[in-house]
Structures are given as C-alpha cells and as structure tokens.
C-alpha cells in the first residue's frame, strides 16, 4: 500500500524507519502540539515497540499515522494518517497529521491530509472520520476545513481542551 500526490509518498511503517521517528521525536514542530514526551522513546526497543504498534495497527485495521516523504528527494517530513479513540462511549476513527517545523507553511499538511481522506473513506470504508486540535493551533484548523471537515465540539483529549472536527464522504 501506498498513497502518492502530486509531491508526496506515504507508506506504512517498518522497523527500518528508525532514524525517521528519532527524527520526528526530537522536532520542536513536530511535538509543539503534543503531550509532552508522548513521542519519545527511552532505548532501541521502545523505539522498536513504538514503531512496531503502528505497523500492527495497520496490519488489523489499514490504518496508521503513515510516514510521509517527499517525492522530489525522499525526504521525511513527518506523518500522516488514522488511529482509533474513545467518543462518546465508542471507539471511533481519528485523523491527523503532523509535519516537521523546516516543513511547514507549504501546503503538504493539506495535500496528506486530502490523499488520506480519501484513502479511508474510499479504500478502508470509513463512515466519518474525525479531526481535533487544540484552538491554538489555527494552522491544523485550517487543514480540517480545507478537506470539508465541520467543527462539532469542543472535547478533552489526553487533559487538554480541543476542537473536534467530523468529516464525512461526499455524497
């Protein structure tokens, strides 16, 4: 499996991808927004472990917060992708992205985030599909609308306040 865009690859994870999440795991960007140490990993075999839940998470589901690389030159700019969490009292289907900060500002989050729309609802069968962010991060906010996401609700997710965005396939 494999998703292509004009610019970017994404791809499932391997253990060879090592150096790529000791990359995003260290990247002010890439964590800005995030838990605080929630990407980190202690030794090689938590690194292991890590990348190793995203690839079964894959291999059950066909989802995952996918690595993307640019075309032109292979490079790695961050992820991409799905995962489950609990709303409303029942598991449902998240998506999100998140790019290294030399990475930003230039349109990649949207042209993922629109290739991994379509993927889930079209390929995986998703139903809807949901986004959330905190409020400051006006940037990812903007990419939710972009790819015809509506705002639902304010939520708490992992102690702090986000706006939580649903989308649903076009008709």
Same mark, same amino acid.
């Given at each position: 499996?494999?998703?292509?865009?004009?610019?970017?690859?994404?791809?499932?994870?391997?253990?060879?991808?090592?150096?790529?999440? /000791?990359?995003?795991?260290?990247?002010?960007?890439?964590?800005?927004? =995030?838990?605080?140490? /929630?990407?980190? =990993?202690?030794?090689?075999?938590?690194?292991?472990?890590?990348?190793?839940?995203?690839? +079964?998470?894959?291999?059950?589901?066909?989802?995952?917060?996918?690595?993307?690389?640019?075309?032109? +030159?292979?490079?790695?700019?961050?992820?991409?992708?799905?995962?489950?969490?609990?709303?409303?009292?029942?598991?449902?289907?998240?998506?999100?992205?998140?790019?290294?900060?030399?990475?930003?500002?230039?349109?990649?989050?949207?042209?993922?985030?629109?290739?991994?729309?379509?993927?889930?609802?079209?390929? /995986?069968?998703?139903?809807?599909?949901? #986004?959330?962010?905190?409020?400051?991060?006006?940037?990812?906010?903007? /990419?939710?609308?972009?790819? #015809?996401?509506?705002?639902?609700?304010?939520?708490?997710?992992? #102690?702090?306040?986000?706006?939580?965005?649903?989308?649903?396939?076009?008709?």
């Amino acid at each position: 499996m494999q998703i292509e865009t004009p610019r970017l690859i994404l791809r499932p994870w391997s253990l060879a991808d090592a150096p790529h999440y /000791v990359t995003m795991s260290k990247d002010i960007g890439y964590n800005c927004f =995030a838990s605080p140490g /929630v990407y980190l =990993a202690r030794d090689a075999n938590d690194l292991n472990a890590k990348i190793q839940k995203r690839m +079964d998470t894959f291999d059950r589901h066909g989802i995952s917060k996918f690595p993307i690389f640019r075309k032109q +030159d292979g490079v790695f700019i961050g992820t991409c992708g799905a995962d489950f969490f609990e709303f409303e009292s029942r598991p449902e289907m998240e998506m999100g992205y998140r790019l290294l900060l030399a990475h930003w500002g230039q349109g990649y989050a949207s042209e993922a985030a629109l290739a991994m729309r379509d993927y889930l609802f079209h390929k /995986v069968g998703a139903h809807s599909l949901y #986004g959330f962010a905190v409020k400051q991060n006006s940037a990812s906010i903007r /990419v939710l609308e972009k790819i #015809g996401f509506r705002y639902r609700q304010v939520i708490d997710y992992e #102690g702090m306040e986000h706006q939580l965005f649903e989308g649903r396939p076009a008709l």
